[in-house]
């Protein structure tokens, strides 16, 4: 899990009517420089979209705080103190939780047939 501060004021020298498109454009060229990926191995969450379009297509943040989570084959943008993070990180321990309860369980029926 990586943390990162994206700048997007870059995208202000661009024209006022796609700016939003454009930071979208702009997360993931730098998302893909810094994790050497391809655009189709990135994914945006709801939440950071929904940050980048808050204030309508001209009015973009200056910057964004992002943590990167890598599952899988994809990468996932989730907002630095988001709620879709925390659920992500929940699932995570519950998947775990629920690999180590089944190899107890091959563990145990292992042990059964080998007594007998």
Do not use: C
Request: no cysteine; aromatic share 6%.
């Amino acid at each position: 899990m990586d943390s990162y501060t994206i700048p997007l004021q870059k995208v202000f020298n661009k024209p006022k009517r796609g700016r939003a498109k454009n930071a979208i454009k702009a997360l993931k060229n730098f998302v893909k420089k810094h994790k050497r990926l391809n655009e189709d191995q990135i994914a945006i969450s709801k939440e950071v979209n929904e940050k980048i379009w808050a204030r309508g297509m001209f009015g973009i943040p200056r910057k964004i705080e992002v943590v990167l989570e890598k599952i899988e084959e994809k990468t996932f943008v989730f907002l630095k103190d988001g709620k879709e993070l925390k659920e992500m990180q929940k699932q995570k321990i519950k998947d775990k939780k629920k690999a180590e309860v089944k190899k107890e369980e091959k563990k145990t029926e292992e042990k059964t047939e080998a007594e007998k």
